[in-house]
């Protein structure tokens, strides 16, 4: 299946949001910047409207994140939630330093599925 990229998407202002790339079962977030308490809410609904596609797995780049805060841990957290109960995955894919540190402390990387090679978004994750 050809693989469509959402560019309407990436021009939302006041969200870490770069790109969103959608591949048949598989969909790819990628963020940058923050991913706190100040963007949270512009984010949410934008991953709300990907979960509601139902793709067989939700990726998550968060190789561009700067700072992860709890907000952002909480979404992730809500976001696996929802794509678990309607039989999908997250995978949170190459959480930058600041992400991975936020997700180990918080102990979120127990709980959620995390990889950090540039293949977890490839076909075969």
């Known amino acids: 299946m ?5 560019p309407d998407m990436a ?8 790109e969103i ?5 598989r969909t790819i977030v990628r963020l940058a910047g923050d991913l706190d308490f100040a963007t949270v809410a512009g984010v949410t609904p934008l991953l709300e409207a990907e979960c ?6 939700l990726v998550l780049d968060l190789s561009g994140v700067a700072f992860l805060d709890s907000s ?11 794509l678990t109960a309607d039989g999908c995955r997250l995978i ?16 979120t990387d127990a709980v959620l599925e995390v990889t950090h090679t540039p293949a977890s978004v490839g076909r075969g994750a």
């Open 52 to 57: 509601a596609r139902r793709p067989g797995r």
């Open 92 to 107: 949170v894919a190459n959480p930058s330093a600041a992400a991975a540190r936020a997700l180990q402390v918080t102990a």
């Open 21 to 25: 790339v959608r591949d048949g079962d």
């Open 2 to 6: 050809a693989t469509q990229r959402d």
């Open 72 to 82: 952002g841990i909480h979404l992730l957290v809500q976001v696996h939630k929802r």
């Open 11 to 18: 021009a939302v202002n006041g969200t870490p949001l770069q």
